[in-house]
């Protein structure tokens, strides 16, 4: 569980695509131009965070960030405490939906 707010993480994630931007020296147009994403929709997200995911995911293609992005979002492998839950996860299956509550 995390301590930041979803509004927080938006202002943060908005600040970090601004710097990336600004430290390959490209103006809020050129970002917009070479990502396809409306000049209006990376001002909105510069100054508020609110952006579609498609469209941050174009941002990261430009700026960098994508791959990584990507990455720290893979499911970690289980930590087994015993060998005994090591010999009993070899031989079930893994589930591929999440449960009902």
Do not use: W
């Amino acid at each position: 569980m995390s301590l930041i707010s979803p509004s927080k993480a938006q202002q943060k994630l908005a600040e970090n695509v601004r710097n990336r931007r600004l430290s390959m020296e490209l103006t809020q147009e050129g970002l917009a131009e070479r990502s396809g994403v409306p000049l209006a929709t990376l001002r909105n997200f510069e100054q508020k965070g609110s952006i579609s995911l498609e469209s941050f995911l174009k941002l990261l293609m430009v700026v960098g960030g994508l791959e990584e992005t990507i990455n720290v979002l893979k499911p970690s492998k289980p930590n087994f405490t015993s060998i005994d839950e090591v010999l009993k996860g070899t031989n079930s299956t893994t589930r591929k939906r999440g449960r009902k509550k």
